[in-house]
């Protein structure tokens, strides 16, 4: 079974440095390097080192991309399917792997998913939140069985179905063995910080917007994201 990371960053070298820490070496590592559409930079690509950590690691790929957010990740899917990826799991860059047993392949399998299963699914990770002091973990819809079946649906960034039906998938199950903690502020400064915070708001006045104007069928699909957590 070929398993993967994917992380899409701009300009985080100190978070990507604590994430590949955590990631096992036998995980292949996706790295979609380039500032954000209406990011606030002067450049496109990374200049602070990100790039080092992902090309000076054996079993990673490093993939240009500056642009809209739902490209960047699509991009990761895309190099997923040509490196015959069978799971991916989505990691953003301020985030890392925390007290996991990485035991995924065991838990596919008692849950009947093994590399002749060729049907594509979204399963849940258990992730934790600094910046909320949440003490529970809750269900994050991060882990992509069969990703080359897969896309962002009409330019949002959030929305994941199925290449042929355009259909949201529902994470109905969960992984155990993976676990994600939330970190965005302790190894940024300020301005990188605020930098990030605007962005966010930029990119959430983006998806109100496009409700303005969406179709009954975007509607549908929309509320179906936001009720399964994407």
Partial sequence: ???????????????????????????????????????????????????????????????????WEWDKRQTYLNIAQACNVDVLVIVDSDEYFHECSFKIEEELYSKGIDEAWNIPEVLCLKAL??????????????????????????????????????????PRRTIYSLRLYHDPKSLRGWERRDAHDDYIKWLSEYENERIQNESAEEKVIREKAVLFGY
């Avoid at 398993?3 to 590949?20: C, E, P, Q, W, Y």
């Avoid at 973990?137 to 994941?160: A, D, F, S």
């Fill in 1 to 67: 079974m070929i398993k993967g990371i994917a992380t899409s960053f701009f300009d985080d070298k100190d978070n990507l440095v604590r994430l590949g820490s955590t990631i096992p070496e036998d995980w292949i590592w996706i790295g979609i390097d380039g500032k954000h559409h209406n990011y606030k930079a002067d450049h496109f690509l990374s200049t602070d080192g990100s790039r080092d950590i992902i090309e000076n690691r054996k079993n990673a790929v490093l993939e240009d991309c500056a642009g």
């Fill in 129 to 170: 939140e600094s910046t909320l002091d949440m003490r529970l973990p809750v269900n994050r819809p991060r882990v992509l069985w069969k990703p080359e079946q897969m896309k962002y649906y009409n330019k949002h960034h959030y929305q994941i179905v199925n290449k042929k039906t355009d259909i949201l998938f529902n």
